[in-house]
């Protein structure tokens, strides 16, 4: 996206009052019947897409069916006085050319670097008198080591040339995030001059290759071997090997014994943020505060951003070319070219005409009454018409099949809570006046003293069960939004108050009717009402609130139980 935009030139021939809005409405932001691009969905992607077609001269639209723009990247305010990142939660993989070239930092952004980043408190039985065990590691290595010894002196002395291992795997794959993917179709059928100049898209896999070196087959087994199996040539230690293993399976219906699941970590180590590698990193005031600087280069550029506005359908013409969109209320966009941020289920399967009747339908509804009843036999019924004219060339069965075919649904339960205190454990107990310590600013991991739990876990979701074993929760307080808590920030929350937000892993994909019962182990279970399906609900336990969301990462957006 970084990239010229010659193919795009040639084709075309939440504060209250956030600076992306004030630009657009000082630009006089009306809507205008015709755009040179049009972008479905104000998510962080679109909004990126926007502002580089803005910057190349491109007079862009972004239509967004919410109030508020963000898609996943969002800040709400679901809980009186507090502000919460609603869906995803820090920041990492953002390419580093976007920070520059659209002056993300001029426009707002700010980062706080989540050091450490990992804590995992041991519920360890017949401890006796002695404190639990804990394990916290950030960017010290030596204090990484230190923290690892009490668990194994030998994976203390190996876990520098893992770290190293894997940095360069990422320092391999990073370039390949730019790069065009090899074009098979033209190696396979193209024409000679085709094929030479498909050549150049291998010179990054090359690269990546040389990069690699002689260890190339055990990081091909990183990408598809189980990430256990890779971990277990490594280590010794559960504690340190199941603590690694959740970003192999975060986000996904796996477990740490499906093939393939190292990939799932690999993705959590070759970002990067502020030039550090692998880094990850809190923006203040939330992640909608993401959003709002990348809107903001784009509105400052001339970018046209709209709100409260749902895109129903992309206009085609009988000869397959985009024509523009249609929102709900009926208002037609012209547009020679349009960008969809929705999922690719919504885009080809809801948005576009999918066969030649829908098409002339959705003409027909233009037609004066009196021509209605001439045209509804149909032109679909000519021979000569399906001889000039078939939607099957630019949408074939195969490919809307496949479309239908993608699984996006997640196995995540993202629990928002208010607290008026931060959390103790036994073993890492809270200061005396309360005050955060380091491991109350990283993701906290519990119930992961054994890669066997984890995978226990993934069992009981496959049977859709609530698992009887584990739970992972992913605890982010009180520096959720960056900068919250005793750290205040204006557009966060209330002094003096927490946020939190916890991950619950392997949640069955089927809805199981009644409550369901979240039990960590061996500690006294608590009951959750599950509402039926609807709106997103919110309950308050004592002093604390807490909201519940269900999500499905084909829209990217929260969903009630039941759904899918």
């Not at 926007?50 to 963000?70: C, D, S, W």
């Not at 990408?223 to 340190?240: C, G, M, N, R, Y």
Request: with cysteine; hydrophobic share 40%; charged share 20%.
């Amino acid at each position: 996206m970084a990239a010229s935009g010659r193919g795009l030139r040639k084709a075309v021939a939440a504060s209250p009052f956030p600076a992306w809005r004030r630009a657009h409405t000082e630009a006089g932001g009306g809507l205008k019947p015709e755009y040179d691009a049009v972008v479905i969905g104000a998510g962080h992607n679109g909004l990126v897409a926007a502002a580089y077609l803005q910057r190349l001269g491109v007079n862009t639209a972004v239509f967004e069916r919410r109030h508020v723009i963000g898609g996943a990247a969002v800040t709400e305010e679901i809980i009186p006085g507090f502000k919460f990142s609603r869906a995803s939660y820090l920041l990492s993989l953002l390419r580093p050319q976007i920070y520059t070239d659209l002056e993300l930092k001029k426009h707002g952004l700010r980062l706080h670097l989540r050091n450490p980043y990992s804590f995992t408190p041991m519920l360890e039985e017949g401890a006796g008198s002695k404190v639990p065990r804990s394990l916290l590691l950030g960017t010290d290595m030596a204090e990484n080591q230190k923290q690892i010894a009490q668990f194994s002196r030998k994976d203390a002395q190996v876990f520098p040339r893992y770290e190293e291992f894997m940095h360069r795997l990422a320092l391999a794959i990073d370039p390949l995030l730019d790069a065009a993917p090899v074009d098979m179709a033209a190696f396979q059928r193209g024409s000679l001059l085709q094929r030479m100049r498909s050549f150049s898209t291998l010179k990054p896999l090359l690269k990546a290759g040389r990069i690699l070196g002689a260890q190339l087959p055990r990081y091909y087994e990183v990408l598809t071997a189980p990430i256990t199996k890779v971990l277990d040539q490594w280590f010794e230690s559960e504690p340190l090997k199941a603590t690694l293993a959740t970003d192999a399976v975060i986000g996904a219906m796996t477990s740490p014994h499906t093939p393939g699941s190292g990939y799932v970590l690999l993705h959590h180590v070759m970002g990067g943020l502020e030039g550090m590698q692998g880094a990850w990193g809190y923006v203040q005031g939330g992640m909608g505060a993401l959003s709002d600087a990348i809107a903001s280069s784009a509105t400052t550029h001339g970018a046209s951003i709209f709100t409260e506005k749902t895109v129903a359908k992309v206009q085609v013409n009988s000869e397959g070319c985009v024509q523009g969109v249609v929102l709900e209320d009926g208002t037609e966009v012209r547009s020679k070219v349009v960008l969809s941020n929705t999922s690719p289920q919504i885009t080809f399967l809801k948005l576009t005409p999918q066969d030649e009747e829908d098409f002339w339908r959705e003409r027909l509804s233009d037609l004066p009454e009196q021509r209605k009843k001439a045209a509804s036999l149909g032109p679909w019924t000519s021979e000569a018409f399906h001889g000039a004219f078939s939607f099957q060339e630019w949408l074939p069965e195969e490919f809307l099949e496949r479309i239908s075919q993608l699984d996006t649904r997640s196995p995540v339960t993202k629990i928002n809570v208010a607290v008026d205190r931060l959390p103790s454990f036994l073993a890492a107990p809270n200061a005396p006046r309360g005050q955060p310590l380091p491991h109350h600013q990283c993701s906290i991991h519990l119930n992961c003293e054994d890669t066997l739990l984890l995978h226990q876990a993934f069992e009981d979701a496959m049977d859709g069960l609530p698992s009887h074993s584990v739970r992972l929760h992913r605890g982010l307080c009180p520096w959720l939004q960056g900068l919250c808590g005793w750290q205040r920030h204006p557009h966060t929350t209330r002094f003096g108050k927490n946020l939190r937000a916890s991950w619950g892993e392997h949640i069955p994909l089927r809805h199981v009717p009644g409550p369901a019962l979240l039990r960590p182990p061996r500690a006294p279970a608590f009951w959750l009402p599950l509402p039926s399906p609807g709106p997103v609900s919110l309950w308050k336990w004592g002093s604390s609130w807490l909201e519940v969301q269900w999500y499905d990462h084909s829209s990217l957006k929260p969903q009630p139980p039941g759904l899918k």
